[in-house]
């Protein structure tokens, strides 16, 4: 694993040596400080697990697509019944791991 920085501004550099200027808030490399093993492998945890939740989010958008057109379709009331069912949980799927990042950001486990 790489050694990671973090900038009094909350950016984490990956490297070898703090960058020169913060890419974000322009700090120089003094403002940056070598997180430790348990800090940083929680950085590295912490931006799977933020994907994870992003990918859902994600699919929680294309499976509220898929509902919309099917209702618009409207086969038959069984049919709508099911995509409207389907469409309310694609947007608590959604609030849940948009919830869950915004808790992350909120804590610092953003990363």
Wanted: net charge neutral; glycine share 8%.
């Amino acid at each position: 694993m790489q050694k990671k920085w973090k900038c009094v501004c909350g950016y984490i550099h990956d490297g070898d040596e703090a960058p020169a200027q913060c890419p974000k808030c322009g700090a120089p490399a003094e403002k940056f400080t070598l997180l430790d093993d348990k800090a940083a492998t929680l950085v590295e945890r912490s931006r799977h697990t933020n994907a994870l939740h992003a990918r859902l989010a994600d699919l929680g958008r294309k499976i509220e697509q898929v509902c919309k057109d099917g209702i618009e379709d409207n086969l038959d009331p069984g049919c709508v019944d099911v995509f409207q069912k389907s469409l309310a949980h694609s947007y608590e799927m959604m609030k849940l791991a948009m919830t869950e990042m915004q808790i992350h950001v909120a804590k610092g486990k953003w990363g």
